[in-house]
């Protein structure tokens, strides 16, 4: 694993010391939560960075308001009419 010492402005570590978690926990999940809301990594990725099963991963990040199913409206319209001929 590679190390990496980034500069945090003060008022930054203190939001991130509100997640009740330390600091290198906080920031490590800041950024893979951010890289999967982005579409960057998949959730199976996030959850092996995050040293998490792949369900819990999912589960929690909905529970944050990050959806695992992104479908524009077209796509979902689309899903919908297949399953109705179904």
């Keep these: 694993m590679s190390r990496v010492t980034v500069e945090l402005d003060e008022s930054l ?6 997640l009740d978690q330390p600091l290198d ?4 999940e800041t950024i893979v ?5 982005r579409g960057t990594i998949s ?3 996030a959850a092996h ?3 998490r099963s792949k ?3 999912i589960q ?3 529970r944050l308001g990050i959806p695992y199913f992104r479908l524009t409206e077209e796509e979902l319209d689309a ?8």
């Design 13 to 18: 570590v203190q939001a991130l010391a509100l």
């Design 25 to 28: 926990d906080a920031v490590r």
């Design 33 to 37: 939560l951010e890289l999967y809301r």
């Design 43 to 45: 959730s199976g990725k």
């Design 49 to 51: 960075l995050l040293d």
């Design 55 to 57: 369900l819990d991963f």
């Design 60 to 62: 929690y990040s909905g």
């Design 79 to 86: 899903e919908i009419t297949r399953a109705r001929s179904m």
